[in-house]
């Protein structure tokens, strides 16, 4: 059984930094690009960045690109999103994601962590 569970979230103020954390299970990891998301009630979730398990290129939003980093760590199965210089608008509900090799979507999510940011 397959499960992501997201941690690290919380209230920050702006210009702070926040580190988000993703551990999978029951999946072998190499075979996943795993990616995160966020959503603000009301709107659609949105893409944030990914990161594929076997090697390759980041990939981010333009919204994020040179503020937010995902980086992995095979050996725990977990994959990290570092968010530095985070704004007001960056305050959203955060979900890891698993995306298998061969898919077109995203297989499998987690529940989401929190993060919200004062002005």
């Known amino acids: 059984q397959v499960q992501l569970v997201e941690s690290g979230g919380g209230l920050v103020q702006a210009g702070g930094s926040l580190r988000l954390s993703c551990a999978a299970s029951?999946?072998?990891?190499?075979?996943?690009?795993m990616g995160w998301f966020r959503q603000v009630p009301g709107k659609e979730r949105e893409f944030v960045a990914a990161?594929?398990?076997?090697?390759?290129?980041?990939r981010y939003a333009d919204s994020v690109k040179g503020r937010f980093t995902t980086s992995r760590d095979n050996a725990k199965n977990a994959v990290y999103l570092q968010m530095n210089g985070l704004k007001p608008e960056d305050t959203a509900v955060y979900y890891c994601?698993?995306?298998?090799?061969?898919?077109?979507?995203?297989?499998?999510w987690g529940k989401g962590t929190q993060v919200t940011v004062s002005s």
């Open positions: 994601a698993a995306q298998y090799l061969t898919s077109s979507r995203y297989d499998y």
């Open positions: 029951g999946l072998m990891s190499s075979r996943y690009t």
């Open positions: 990161i594929p398990w076997g090697g390759g290129s980041t």
